[in-house]
């Protein structure tokens, strides 16, 4: 049943792979208000899919921001119930000029397909869809309970989700979460995240003097919004890498034994990492944590992005009045959000230079989350995933956030399946986002393949 | 006489108003290359004024940048020449929507002129060609020799007026040099400024990864471009704002006795200065220098712009890949801009993060200067000023940079007359530039007069 479950999907590889070309197209980027309608389209096409696969009770869930999109099939009693969750939303894709092909003009290149969310998270997600329209395709039936959950604001901070989850515990009621927004450790690799670092997002303001100055005329006497933001954010960070914001690394607790011998065993070389990923001359960081501790169990702090006084070709010679900075943390396991929140606030507050006025807006705000690996729907998707790949599946940890594992295991009391079907160089948020096709049909595969292991195990 | 020559000024006031108008009108912004046909028509404009004031050989000269304008009048054997400098280029006007006025659509409103140039410098050296004007209608000849050039690039370095001025030492012969580029001490306070900053601008890139990472992967592994731009720049000052260059106060000078008696006995206070000026919270720079020496006697290190990463609205996690940042450095008398320049490419290198590589570009570079005030040129200038004005002349120095006085100085040998006719809030280079409508009218007598008074005294 296995192998016609796997004919099926490959029978029907190019059916799968144009049905999500025409998903890609859609500039569904959740960030940008003139792409309100696009958000609603890819609602729209997200139900259409589920609906076809063969799921029941599709709905489109208005909410203050961008709809959700529920389904389910629960026509097996006594079986345990999925709960899968994915976004349809889509981070910008500026730099434009960067893209070898248009990043919402899916395009196949070497064995991936080039697009803005082809990886993060579209591609991934409808691995899951695609695996319930194969089974029931190929069976008439699923081996077990299946519910979907798929929101639009995943990389605006999920705040309808958010409140959606704990809202509707029975309607959401379920054993496990799947989710497939991660990356595998390596190609060929299959890994299951227990651990994602949590994210705290926030924008500060520097205002100076109250118009931009002539610096010739002001220059040595009148505060500059610009470099006050500069001198402040400097002293967030020692020349180290490690966080100068009193008590931050108060509740940050090691990786476990088991978790520093599991990451140990992986293949890793540094010089591939940094001439391959990063590109970069050197990279950098705390010592005394090697390259893996420091991206899944080492908080950070990150300026994303500043802008202030004149930017635009040429020379002017201003005392800038006002500048603006996107900044982050991420946390790990044990360090509380709100605590950290505030400590930020603080240094803030406490380390603005003189004659500027500084504000803080926090836009998202996450804790880190972890999964028990011994959990038997883990173990399960362990065994698939690694039946499937043929290699052991390994358990890792991610340095990125996916806000909702961590409301799944608050609101519902059930662990998440972190199913990365990404690799590391998919170049999330990135020019020339990729998706692997041989991990979107061998994903659909582990996903069937789980649905059907887990179902029979836990019958 | 005098009072014909005033009289006349008084009774051509609309349409000498209206003419300056017109020229305010057209966004002759040098920096933008979008705005090239507006520079041609301000040099046209230029070119057709001095024309109809009665100056001779006119003459617009194109150059590798913006065309320079050169006329003279040399009716007057055994006076003296003056050189009448000005720039019809000016700076961009952004930001935009801070104005109540459109920048180049001049309006009247309590007694002052709103536009881009107004003060900076359509303004103040269409006072030196209104005064040849009405000196002209009035009498029919010059007291003098008068020789005008006028440049389109002051705003972006003035490339092409500097390589002119050696290049025709004969062309431009003259006594001294006539420059309104610049304020008066305060509104109703003649002054003459006899020390101007110098100025290096430079461009700072910093690149790290070979593209921008997703933050949550790398973060804390990977350099960040804007943070390492921040790191390097925060460096540059300490927090009492004394540069951190190594070297760069060396040759810096205090005051001389005589400049420092003569800018305690002017008014100033410093909490106008900060609300009314400056409008921010506090006032910054090196203890141990009072404002006035900390704005015309110490150097200056100013980051005018910065841009890198996501900075548009919403939340992207990267980390950037590349930052960058537009800086510069005042010079005071007896600083070697050479040996600056240097020091501060230096300071650049060494003090580039790792994981990252930056350039620097110096895109303009002049000395500071300093103008003997007992030249005779100086004394009658003061004399003409003071009389005009009702009260002495007080000689003051300038923050900003007239680099086209180092230049004459240079090549020329000749000293320059900078009658500032702004006030220190005419807020060049911001939203709202204005100038005094009587600073215009007055200026232009109080050049007329010099003329007259320096043309007599030196037969």
New interface residues.
Partial sequence: MLKTVDSYIDAHRDRYLEELKAFLRIPSI????EHKEDIARAAAYTAESLKKAGMENVEIIATEGHPLVYADWLHAPGKPTVLCYGHYDV??P??LD?WVSGPFDPTERDGNLYARGAADDKGQFYTHVKAVETLLAVNGSLPLNVKFLIEGEE???GESITAYVPENRDKLHADVALVSDT?MYAEGYPSLCTGL?G?I?AEIEA??????????????????A??AL??L???A?N?D?IIQIPGIYDDVEPPTPAEKRSWESLPFSEEE?LAK??????????PGHN?LE??WA?P?F???????????????????AR??A?V?L?LVPKQDAEKVRAAFKKFVKENT?????TTVRI??SSPAVSVNPDHPAIRTAAKAFGEVFDRETAYIS????VPIVGDFDRHLGIPTVMMGLGL?DD??????EKFSLNNYYTGIKTVARFFQEYGASAS
């Fill in positions: 959740s960030t940008a208000p981070q910008p500026d730099p960067e990389e605006v901070g990356a670092r994210l997002y205002i100076g003097p109250s118009r931009d100055l002539h610096s010739g005329l002001y220059g040595g006497a009148a505060p500059n610009v470099y500069i001198e954010l400097a002293k960070k020349e890498g990492f990923e990063v590109g970069s001359t050197a990279l950098t960081g705390e390259v420091r991206v080492r950070t990150e300026v994303h992005g500043i802008a202030g006084g004149f930017t635009a070709a040429g020379a002017k010679t201003v005392i800038p500048a603006t996107k982050s991420r230079p003189k004659g500027v006025r836009t998202a991610s340095g990125g956030s590391p170049g999330l948020h990135s020019p020339n």
